[in-house]
């Protein structure tokens, strides 16, 4: 039996749908820029999920094939760096499919229907009793993409949090019928609620494409200031001296997930915190353009290098492509161990079973 040491893997990724905006930015793309300087994690996988993208947009692979390309120039813009982590393509790394078939005969139609954020999405895509298998399996799929790369550390946003649980109750299927070979995962959730949940720029519950309210990092810095100008804060806050509400203020949401000390000391040195102005705001006396215009001078500085380097990438497409052509060479010599491994435990392994193939000649040729 193989037993693998423990490592620290980060294993993560998105679906290619569309450009990345600040949610995905503070939700997860934050955190992996930060932790690629971690000197503690042995190596970080970055998955753009096609195939899964795939599962809801099978009639549509045409929106998937721009949007790779746009997904990794946002990587690159956010500050990931090619020689510190492996950005890939879910779908070349065939291995990944062969485990999800595994996985399959390891859980139940009913486990995967309790699953809240695939029963959400089945919702939001109206589809009811006709339900793509394909779709109805991604979370399987999912659990492949994390212990193909012996994934270890997910840094995702809330809502995944019942995929890497059924990973886990997957993983420890797997060990218990085959041998010790794969590793449950942890998930790393974002800093705090604002991060975890950031509302679009209307205050609706989530940022989201087709809602219209999101700011991308790839807008430019006119854009972000419109929207920004126009967000939605508190619509009983009419006058400048009216007490503000904080509670579904979309402004405050934004400034508990972006703003720091610092840049008050920075920007507005009337106040030392973030609390300091709550607590101004709440009581009357300051008006909702002055706190809108704070935010966007985080949010500029906070965006500038990030679209000067997309700027830079979006001048270098042949080396975007030769950086996903490395990553992803890089995946599938890690994809093509683990299934080894994979093969081996299940005892699938025919054709390089030396035992068994001597075994079953003596069974018709005894020797002795
Ligand atoms: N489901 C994730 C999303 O919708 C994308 C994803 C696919 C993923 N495979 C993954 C995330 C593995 C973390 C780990 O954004």
């Not at 579904?248 to 720091?260: E, I, M, Q």
Request: net charge negative.
């Amino acid at each position: 039996m193989i037993m693998i040491e423990k490592k620290k893997i980060i294993l993560t990724g998105d679906r290619p749908t569309g450009r990345l905006h600040i949610g995905h930015y503070v939700g997860s793309l934050r955190r992996r820029v930060e932790l690629q300087n971690d000197p503690s994690f042995d190596k970080i996988f970055i998955m753009i999920a096609d195939a899964q993208a795939l599962t809801d947009n099978a009639d549509n692979p045409e929106k998937l094939r721009q949007n790779v390309l746009e997904v990794t120039l946002d990587y690159l813009a956010a500050g990931l760096d090619p020689g510190k982590v492996n950005i890939f393509i879910q779908s070349a790394v065939p291995e990944l499919t062969e485990l999800a078939f595994y996985f399959m005969n390891l859980t139940t139609v009913s486990r995967v229907q309790r699953n809240p954020t695939v029963k959400t999405e089945i919702q939001m895509r109206n589809f009811e009793a006709n339900i793509p298998l394909g779709f109805f399996c991604y979370p399987v799929s999912q659990a492949a993409d994390i212990t193909l790369f012996h994934g270890t550390v997910v840094p995702v946003g809330e809502d995944q949090k019942p995929m890497i649980e059924l990973t886990n109750e997957i993983v420890r299927r797997f060990n218990s019928t085959y041998g010790e070979v794969l590793h449950e995962a942890q998930i790393l959730l974002p800093d705090n609620q604002a991060c975890m949940r950031l509302p679009g720029t209307d205050g609706k519950a989530k940022m989201s494409k087709s809602l219209g309210n999101c700011i991308y990092l790839s807008d430019p810095a006119e854009v972000v200031e419109k929207k920004i100008k126009s967000m939605y804060t508190d619509p009983t806050h009419l006058r400048v001296t009216d007490p503000g509400h904080l509670e579904g203020n979309a402004v405050f949401t934004y400034l508990d997930a972006f703003c720091r000390d610092e840049h008050f000391a920075k920007y507005w040195p009337e106040y030392n915190n973030l609390q300091e102005l709550k607590d101004h705001y709440t009581r009357g006396g300051i008006g909702d353009m002055k706190c809108k215009m704070f935010l966007c001078k985080i949010m500029q500085e906070m965006l500038e290098p990030i679209r000067e380097r997309r700027h830079y990438w979006e001048q270098h497409i042949p080396e975007v492509y030769d950086i996903l052509r490395k990553g992803t060479e890089a995946a599938r010599t890690q994809g093509r161990q683990t299934i080894e491994e994979v093969r081996a435990a299940m005892r699938i392994n025919y054709l390089d079973d030396k035992e068994l193939q001597k075994a079953q000649m003596e069974k018709y040729y005894p020797t002795e």
